[in-house]
């Protein structure tokens, strides 16, 4: 799947929304925004919009100065996966097509 000029909405809306989570200083959004905007004049359409928005971001939170905006939100979530894991991992063991189970399990996570 190639980028579309419609995609680049919501690229900016991304941007909003991770902009936010890093800082409320409205300056240090639009320096990221400034930074998202030269990146996507250059954006190659042929690319899938998540490469698309990978280059983008990049760039922006570079401006932002973070590097990763939901490193505490993986942290968080990763915790509470680990703690599943032992029911979850019985819960695959213990059926009868474990295959079909682990994929559910992962579907779900």
Known sequence: MKSGIECIPCFFRQL???SRKVTDD???QLAAFRKAAEVIS???MVKNPAESTYSMLKAANEALGCRDPFKEEKKKYNRISMEMYPELSN???DSGDSLHTALKVAVAG
């Open 16 to 18: 909003l929304s991770t």
């Open 26 to 28: 409205e300056e240090l």
């Open 42 to 44: 250059k954006l190659s």
């Open 91 to 93: 819960t695959v063991r």
